[in-house]
């Protein structure tokens, strides 16, 4: 994205809540509350939609928290800016994709599991993560990757731009309803 100013504003606040000492957020709820922040929508503080997303949705270690927690905040964006839910639900869905293609390809696997190395599920898993500190820096990077990315989508022209961009990506993979 063109605009920096969003984003680092926004890597700057998820690093804020992410490694806070009381660990009060975890990946999903830190890129939602981080991004709804971004984006000026209600409640920005209230991420309990996305406190079970973390570890991979319920620790299960499957998709990253960043990227499940970043598509509810663009669900919520896509919604207060499009009238027709089946146009917001299309762009939500396009721009989710997106992300999810660029952190793929940035950081190899969407995978929580295959990101940090640990079944998050056991009490050793999750004491090994935690001690390791493994969470301070791979986490923080694929969080910081995510607000980065869509922290400008704040503004209308970046997400127009975005919308319109993940939309021909789409039409040219042959993956357009």
């Known amino acids: 994205m063109a605009d920096t100013e969003p984003a680092a504003a926004a890597v700057t606040r998820a690093r804020e ?3 806070d000492d009381d660990n009060g957020h975890g ?3 830190t890129a939602f509350v981080t991004l709804k922040e971004a984006f000026g929508l209600p409640e920005p503080a209230d991420s309990a939609v996305a406190m079970a997303l973390n570890g991979g949705i ?3 270690g499957a998709t990253c928290g960043a990227v499940t927690g970043a598509a509810l905040a663009l669900g919520i964006l ?3 800016r499009i009238d027709d839910h089946r146009a917001a639900k299309a762009a939500a869905r396009l721009l989710t994709a997106d992300l999810l293609q660029a952190f793929e390809a940035q950081f190899g696997t969407s995978s929580c599991r295959a990101l940090i190395g640990v079944d998050l599920r056991t009490p050793d898993g999750h004491r090994v993560f935690i001690e390791s500190g493994a969470w ?3 986490c923080m990077r694929q969080l910081e990757m995510v607000v980065a990315r869509l922290a400008p989508l704040d503004d209308p022209d970046a997400w127009a731009d975005a919308v319109d961009r993940a939309a021909r990506t789409e039409v040219a993979s ?3 309803e």
Do not use: I
Request: glycine share 22%; net charge neutral; hydrophobic share 40%.
């Open 17 to 19: 809540l992410f490694l």
């Open 27 to 29: 990946c999903a709820e």
């Open 58 to 60: 319920g620790y299960s």
């Open 78 to 80: 896509a919604g207060a």
């Open 136 to 138: 301070r820096t791979g």
């Open 174 to 176: 042959g993956h357009a």
